[in-house]
C-alpha cells in the first residue's frame, strides 16, 4: 500500500504566501504524476499537476501565482502558492498516480487527507 502525507497551508493574509508539500511512501512504486485538486460542489478540480517527465498543468486560476515541484528520490511534491487570494481558500488533496512494481503496468491512484488553506481578506 502507498501512503500520502501532507503538510502546509493554515491560515495566510491575502497576498501572502504558502507551500503544500506532499510525502508519498509504501511499497515499491513508481510515479506517473502528482498533483493537488480541490473540491468544488462536490467535483474535485485539477489545481496543479506534475508528471514524471516534469510537465506541469495548471487551472488557469492559479496560473503565474502557484509553482509545483517536485523531489523524485523521495517521492515528495511542493506547491508553492503566492499572491494568494480569499477565493483560494479550500480543502486542497494530494493526488499521486503510481504504477506499483509487483503489480506490473497497472495504475493506482491515491489520495492524501486534504489540507485546508484559509485565506483572509
Known amino acids: 500500500q502507498v501512503q500520502l502525507v501532507e503538510s502546509g497551508g493554515g491560515w495566510v493574509q491575502a497576498g501572502g504566501s504558502t507551500t503544500l508539500s506532499c510525502v508519498a511512501s509504501?511499497?515499491?512504486?513508481?510515479?506517473?504524476?502528482m498533483g493537488w485538486y480541490r473540491r468544488d460542489e462536490g467535483v474535485h478540480e485539477l489545481v496543479a499537476q506534475i508528471t514524471e517527465e516534469g510537465s506541469t498543468t495548471y487551472a488557469d486560476s492559479v496560473k503565474g501565482r502557484f509553482t509545483i515541484s517536485r523531489v523524485n528520490a523521495n517521492n515528495t511534491a511542493y506547491l508553492q502558492m503566492k499572491d494568494l487570494k480569499p477565493e483560494d481558500s479550500t480543502v486542497y488533496y494530494c493526488?499521486?498516480?503510481?504504477?506499483?512494481?509487483?503489480?506490473?503496468?497497472?495504475?493506482?491512484?491515491?489520495w492524501g487527507q486534504g489540507t485546508q488553506v484559509t485565506v483572509s481578506s
Open positions: 509504501g511499497t515499491t512504486f513508481s510515479v506517473k504524476r
Open positions: 493526488n499521486i498516480v503510481l504504477t506499483i512494481h509487483a503489480l506490473g503496468s497497472r495504475e493506482f491512484r491515491y
